[in-house]
């Protein structure tokens, strides 16, 4: 299995920028695809964006309108997430998430989870 940690959240101001990374460890990185998901105030949590294995396939949700780029390093183990062009409604704690295989829709089947690291962004 895998274990998860996420940096790179913190606060920005609306039409900022921000990155966050997972870093990836416990078994070999190649053979999962990643997820990013997310869960705002109130929220149920929502899939922001994944990439399958060896980065193939990338998913995103209807939401992200081009403003996120989800990308894998294998070698190094880690996964980003960059974001621009954030609003107040981008505001959540943000998961890394992992699930052995590729998801048929992007976003089932992710059963490893980071502790998350919030975004907060001000208007």
């Known amino acids: 299995q895998v274990q998860l940690m996420e940096s790179g959240g913190g606060s920005v101001q609306a039409g900022g920028s921000l990155r966050l990374s997972c870093t990836v460890s416990g078994d070999t990185v190649s053979w999962y695809s990643i997820g990013w998901f997310r869960q705002g105030p109130g929220k149920e949590r929502e899939g922001v964006a994944s990439?399958?294995?060896?980065?193939?396939?990338?998913y995103y949700g209807d939401f992200v309108k081009g403003r996120f780029t989800i990308s894998r390093d294998d070698a190094k183990g880690m996964a980003s997430l960059q974001m621009t062009g954030l609003n107040p409604d981008d505001t959540a704690m943000y998961y890394c998430?992992?699930?052995?295989?590729?998801?048929?829709?992007?976003?089932?089947?992710?059963?490893?989870w980071g502790q998350g690291t919030q975004v907060t962004v001000s208007s």
């Open positions: 990439i399958s294995r060896r980065g193939s396939g990338t």
């Open positions: 998430a992992a699930r052995f295989g590729d998801s048929s829709d992007g976003f089932s089947g992710y059963n490893y």
